[in-house]
């Protein structure tokens, strides 16, 4: 069965430099999330997206964006690093947002690393 | 602010055995609690669920129990393999249609390693 795709898998960056992290969601999933997991932390939720359009947004600084395009994919821009930003970032996707019974599904994320 | 607590970072069980995970939790709006498993390099992968109008859940060798009153879950692992050996997650949502939108609330983790 198709899975959530996340590219890149690892990504090593400078500070100040901008990164872009990539989600794929299943097939006919149209919400998206976006989670931070630092290391020996738990995962936290940073944004998501439902149709298109943001539909919640959690602890996510102001110099990272997202959006979610016309074939669902999401796209997370992280701009002016630092070495705080340094985490494994999963995306996850669901089909139903709107029922708390809303089980995700989770790509293999997304490790990146701050120099 | 933590809402969801794992107070246990490790588990160590002998094959054969019954593992227990525990979490509490300290928002009482939620309404539906989860569990993922996670291996190394993966992302976490559901186990099993429950509804805050029930107490219990089973699937296979997988029960979760619910004790709302003292906001507490547990996951049963009966009997515990090898393979079981990973980092579980509990983790808890709630639909508000004001503001979220079935975001989960995750626990820290518990590794479970199961030994021959």
């Known amino acids: 069965a198709a899975g959530v795709i996340q590219s890149p898998r690892h990504l090593i960056k400078e500070k100040r430099e901008t990164a872009t992290l990539k989600c794929y969601p299943i097939p006919r999933h149209d919400t998206v999330y976006w989670y931070q997991q630092g290391p020996g932390q738990d995962p936290q939720f940073l944004i998501s997206?439902?149709?298109?359009?943001?539909?919640d947004k959690g602890s996510i600084p102001d110099r990272f964006s997202a959006q979610q395009f016309s074939d669902y994919h999401s796209e997370l821009n992280m701009s002016s690093l630092e070495l705080g930003d340094s985490a494994l970032y999963f995306c996850a996707s669901s089909p139903r947002p709107w029922d708390s019974s809303n089980e995700q599904f989770f790509g293999p994320g997304t490790r990146l690393t701050v120099l | 602010d933590q809402q969801v607590k794992q107070n246990s970072p490790s588990l160590s069980v002998q094959e054969g055995r019954i593992s227990i995970l525990n979490c509490d939790y300290t928002n009482s709006m939620f309404d539906y609690f989860l569990w993922y498993k996670k291996y190394p390099a993966e992302g976490p992968t559901f186990l099993i669920s429950?509804?805050?109008?029930?107490d219990k859940n089973e699937d296979g060798r997988f029960t979760v129990f619910l004790n709302k009153s003292a906001k507490h879950l547990s996951l049963h692992i009966v009997p515990s393999q090898p393979g079981d050996s990973a980092v579980y997650f509990c983790a808890a949502s709630y639909v508000d249609r004001g503001s979220t939108l079935g975001r989960l609330y995750f626990g820290r983790g518990t590794q479970l390693t199961v030994w021959p």
């Open positions: 997206f439902y149709e298109k359009m943001q539909s």
């Open positions: 429950i509804s805050s109008i029930k």
